[in-house]
Nanobody, 119 residues
């Protein structure tokens, strides 16, 4: 089993910044892609950012320039730097990781961290 533990969420005013972290632990040989998704009340979950093991990143066009994903492979940790936050960024943010262990690939999700952007 693998655990993903997110941290860094909270309350911030519009225009502010937050940095989310997600640490993976457990039965891990290697981690392929890691990413962040979010789900606002009454809306479908949407991809926020993804990063490959080699550091290639991808974002939806609507978030490019404000959000930056990064990872520390030595710590099995992925980060999401969020700048110029808007009320519409309010959501529960979940990290996920594609993990290789014992020759198999597994997909894991964290429980989520709440981000609230409001004045």
């Amino acid at each position: 089993q693998v655990q993903l533990v997110e941290s860094g969420g909270g309350f911030v005013q519009p225009g502010g910044s937050l940095r989310l972290s997600c640490a993976a632990s457990g039965k891990i040989n290697s981690i392929y892609a890691m990413g962040w998704s979010r789900q606002a009340p009454g809306k479908q979950r949407e991809l926020v950012a993804i990063i490959s093991s080699g550091g290639t990143t991808n974002y939806p066009d609507s978030l490019k320039g404000r959000f930056t994903i990064s990872r520390d492979n030595a710590k099995n940790t992925v980060y999401l730097q969020m700048n110029s936050l808007k009320p519409e960024d309010t959501a529960v943010y979940h990290c996920n990781a594609k993990v290789e262990y014992d020759g198999h690939e597994y997909d894991y999700w964290g429980q989520g961290t709440q981000v609230t952007v409001s004045s």
